[in-house]
């Protein structure tokens, strides 16, 4: 029974280069959610997506930030043009389609980005 | 006034003591809340979930639910060094555009030492 699966789980891009990180959920889940951890700050939530759809994408950056969750595959938080200050922990989580657990978001282990 | 507020760490209590955490948020129509524990490097764990006034217990953990105060709490009793971590209280709305997204608190370091 495999939880949420990342990867990678450390990422390394050079200043400018594009960042791809890849979330699968929960076998069932079809709500996904991004969240972000920078370093000595607390987790904020970027963007939550159903299957084809962005639900809310209130904590993105405006630019160079963008996640989608097709019909088959994995979801994507892509980064473009990459810069220091995106070093940070980022975490997929996921939760049920029924009942309280629709509530429950389940994290998977993470993906670590460095820029350098 | 920050959304989610957690008591101020860190937390040291001996092994086999009750280990309290606090949590207040600002947002009144917030509907579900929860208490994730995060080890250093790892992702948050899901611990407790509590969506209605009063107290919820699974094992060691309590948690406690106080609306009209806008409290959540979360009790350890018989505190292990396994304990030991930065548990965080998340907060989520009842709805509308907001629903899914989770707001948390800065953490509290729990320390447990033998």
């Known amino acids: 029974n495999a939880g949420v699966m990342q990867n990678p789980r450390h990422l390394v891009r050079r200043r400018g280069q594009e960042a791809r990180l890849r979330c699968s959920p929960v076998?069932?889940?079809?709500?996904v959610y991004w969240y972000r951890q920078l370093p000595e700050e607390g987790l904020k939530f970027m963007v939550y997506l159903q299957k084809e759809n962005i639900i809310d994408e209130s904590g993105m950056p405006k630019e160079r930030f963008s996640a989608e969750f097709p019909k088959e595959g994995p979801s994507i938080l892509r980064i473009q043009q990459v810069v220091r200050g995106d070093s940070a922990a980022y975490f997929c989580?996921?939760?049920?389609?029924?009942?309280?657990?629709?509530?429950?978001?389940?994290f998977g282990p993470g993906t670590r980005l460095t820029v350098t | 006034q920050k959304e989610v507020e957690q008591n101020s760490g860190p937390l040291s209590v001996p092994e086999g003591a009750i280990a309290s955490l606090n949590c207040t948020y600002s947002?009144?129509?917030?509907?579900?809340f929860f208490w994730y524990r995060q080890y250093s490097g790892k992702s948050p764990e899901l611990i407790m979930s509590?969506?209605?006034?009063g107290d919820k217990e699974d094992g060691r953990f309590t948690a406690q639910l106080n609306k009209a105060s806008q409290y959540v709490s979360l009790l350890i009793r018989d505190s292990q060094p396994s304990d030991s971590a930065t548990y965080l209280c998340a907060v989520m709305p009842a709805g509308g555009t907001s629903y899914g997204k989770l707001t948390f608190g800065q953490g509290t370091i729990l320390t447990v030492h033998p």
């Open positions: 509590i969506y209605s006034n």
């Open positions: 076998k069932g889940h079809s709500h």
């Open positions: 947002d009144r129509v917030s509907q579900s």
């Open positions: 989580a996921s939760s049920s389609n029924s009942g309280t657990r629709v509530y429950e978001q389940y």
